[in-house]
Structures are given as C-alpha cells and as structure tokens.
C-alpha cells in the first residue's frame, strides 16, 4: 500500500516536467496527453525497478524500451513520428545534475588543482551519466533497431 | 511512367525542401533521410540519394539514367516537433495519393511553426524544475525557490533566443540567473535543505534532445551527424557549467560538490 502511494506521487510529480518539455519543444497540443502518461508511466516504472534494488542504468534501459514499444504502439495508431512522444517522455530521466556535476568538478580541477576526492567526483559522475544517457537512447531505439530494421515505421 | 527533365527538377525540389525542414526542426537523421526518400519516390522517382551531415543536406534524384543533385544548407532553427509531424502528414497523404505534386509543394511553402504561448512555457518550465527539486528530496520552501529559479532563466533563455544570441553564451547566462536566484534561498535558509534548489533550477538548460539524438543517429548508422550533435550537446552543458561557477565564485555559496 505503502509502495503504491509513493508510485503515484512519483508518477505525479513526473508528468509536470514531461509535458513542460514537450512544450519546449513544440509538440502539438493533441499529443501532449501522451507524454504525460508516457512520462508518468515511464519514471514510476523506473522508480519500481529501483526500489526492488535494481541498478539506475538498467532501470532506466528497462523503463525507456517499454516508453519506446509505447510509443511505437501510439506512433502506428496516430501516424506521428515517434519521437514526439518518446523523448518528451524520458526527459525526466534525463542524468541532468551528473553531467552539471561533471563538468562543475573538470572546472574545479583546473581552477584548484589535481585532487584524488573531486578526481573520483568526476569520473564517477561522467561514468554514470554516460552509461544512463546510453541506455535511454538505445531503449528508445529498440523498436526500430530490433523489429523494423530500417523500415519505416509510420 | 515518363517524367521531363523539368518535372524531375521540380521533385527534386519538393523532396529536398520536406528534407530541409525536418532538418531544421530538431528531426533525426534515419527520420529525415527515409521520409525524404519516400516522397521523392512517391512523386514518381526511381531513387533518391541522400547525404545528411550536420548543417546540410544532399539529394540526388535518379530517373531513366537521369540524374538530377542538389544542396541546401539546413540552419538550425530550433525543435519544433509540430513541424515534423506536418511532414510526416504531408508525406503520408502523399503516398496515400490524396495529394499531388502542386498540393504538396503548396502545403510545405504554407507550413508555419506553431509554438506554444511563451508564459505558458516559463509557468510549466518553473513546476518542471520544481518538480526535480522533489525527486531531489525536497521540501516545499525548496520548491518555491526553485520554481522561481527556473521561471527566470527561462524568460531570459526566451528572449536571448528571440534576439538570436549564439546558445552557448545564451545558456551560460540562463544558468548564471537561475544559480544566483536559487542561491538567495542558501543564504536566506529557506527550507531543509536549500543547495536542492540549487542543482535543480538549471536542470532547464541539459540539452536532452539533442543527446538523445545524437546517441540514436549513431545507433542507426549516422555517425557523423551523432557525434556533431553530441559536440553541440557536450558544448551546451559546459558553458552550463561555466555559467554555475561563475554565479558560485561571486556570491560564494557552494552548492555543487563539496
């Protein structure tokens, strides 16, 4: 019981930054409900996979490829390219704060020196940032990759 | 079928026009190549070749042994998913044959980016980055804070967009505003935890779609495209990062590491 309300103040809280970037990007209006089910679903699912202890990268791969076989399902349904829905909707996932923090810590390293502490910051934080962002895209891409194969999907 | 040199010039330029536009629009490249190819072939040639790099693309219509090229350069004219889901309508239509060659040249000279009203995007930007200062464990001052934040860099990301200034230097002064306004909340104490607000108000300027394309481009085949796009990407969060020590060396609050 406990799990399902945080599941839904998650997926609550996930929906608002999905459709705020989508509108960023300028996808019409009519669509803009499926990104925020797309981002709420999506996210919640993540944040499921980790509570039973599943590492963030894999998560995140697991959470993207079923946003991508969604949004292969709405794309044939709507004749819409699918990244209108699909990358609105990772965008919560985005490894945001790691990658700022990165390149905060390459900055520190110049401007303080070479130290063993923020080296680790660094690399530990670029390794994650990369391992995450490459499981979204390749999630996302699985659809195309694994089952059209260079057709066309819409 | 017979097509007249003309006739092939003028698909040729129906097709690079439709391939130009979901260039501009933030499309990727396996998008932009098929549905180029699949209206130059719907209007009646034999192939179409294509070479999109990352500011232009290439066409090269072939009929009857018959070869007609073009370039167009492809500015960057920001996302705009609206307009890539017209194409792909226009292109569909057309293969459905609902359209013919004029219509479809008509629709795509008429076709207008349509964007959302700009304070309805900083409104839903500010609850976005608030939003993530939740996901970061944080409690409602925080919240505020960081809500305020993100709504003001994104007026000023607006209007330096508007003036056309070079990106990186307009998102080295977004994330400068939102780190300084989110640092009057650290040096104030509003909340538990206050740095939160800090780390998610410039969450607004990590370019997601660009990485996400860059890394799908790869994936599919385009490295070229993927790894210029992953350049620009890699270049926008630097002077993201750039603009967040500058705001921290000035007023002295230190919320990243440390």
């Not at chain 1, 945001?96 to 390293?109: K, P, Q, R």
């Not at chain 2, 790869?218 to 603009?243: D, E, N, P, Q």
Request: aromatic residues 10%; charged residues 15%.
């Amino acid at each position: 019981m406990e799990l399902i309300k945080l599941l839904v103040i998650d997926a609550w809280f996930a929906w608002i930054p999905a459709v705020g970037f989508a509108m960023v990007f300028n996808v019409p209006k009519k669509m803009l409900i499926y990104c925020a089910i797309g981002g709420a679903s999506a996210h919640s699912f993540r944040y499921l996979l980790m509570h039973f202890g599943i590492p963030i990268e894999w998560a995140t791969l697991a959470a993207s490829s079923s946003m991508g076989f969604l949004g292969l399902y709405w794309s044939r349904k709507r004749l819409i390219p699918r990244p209108v829905f699909t990358v609105a909707s990772v965008i919560p996932m985005i490894p945001g704060s790691f990658a700022f923090t990165t390149v905060i810590g390459i900055v520190e390293l110049n401007s303080g020196g070479y130290n063993m502490a923020l080296a680790q910051v660094v690399v530990e934080n670029g390794l994650r940032t990369l391992f995450i962002l490459g499981a979204l895209s390749f999630g996302l891409a699985l659809p195309s990759i694994l089952i059209y194969r260079g057709r066309p999907i819409v | 079928m017979s097509l007249g040199h003309e006739a092939q010039n003028e698909l040729t330029r129906i097709a690079v026009k439709a391939g130009q536009i979901l260039h501009q629009h933030g499309a990727e490249s396996r998008l932009v190549e098929q549905t180029t190819q699949r209206i130059g072939m719907a209007l009646g040639a034999q192939s179409i070749e294509l070479s999109v790099s990352s500011d232009a693309i290439v066409i090269t219509s072939l009929f009857k042994g018959n070869c007609v090229t073009t370039t167009r350069r492809c500015y960057d004219r920001g996302i705009n998913m609206y307009m890539v889901c017209e194409v792909q309508r226009i292109c569909v239509m057309l293969e459905k044959q609902l359209l013919d060659a004029d219509q479809v040249k008509e629709r795509l000279a008429r076709l207008v980016p349509f964007k959302y009203n700009r304070w309805l995007v900083v409104l839903m930007i500010g609850f976005s980055c608030a939003s993530f200062s939740h996901f970061f464990g944080g409690d409602t001052p925080v919240y505020i804070t960081t809500f305020f934040a993100s709504a003001g860099a994104m007026i000023l990301r607006q209007e330096l967009a508007h003036r056309h200034h070079n990106p990186f230097v307009n998102f080295a002064l977004a994330a400068f505003l939102a780190t300084s306004i989110a640092s009057i909340g650290v040096i104030n104490q509003f909340g538990e935890d206050p740095k939160i607000a800090m780390a998610a108000s410039v969450l607004l300027l990590v370019p997601g779609f660009p990485l996400i394309n860059a890394v799908s481009d790869m994936l599919k085949g385009h490295i070229s495209t993927g790894i210029a796009r992953w350049v620009f990407a890699t270049l926008l969060t630097i002077s993201v990062s750039i603009g967040i020590v500058g705001s921290m060396a000035i007023t002295g609050v230190w919320g990243w590491i440390a």
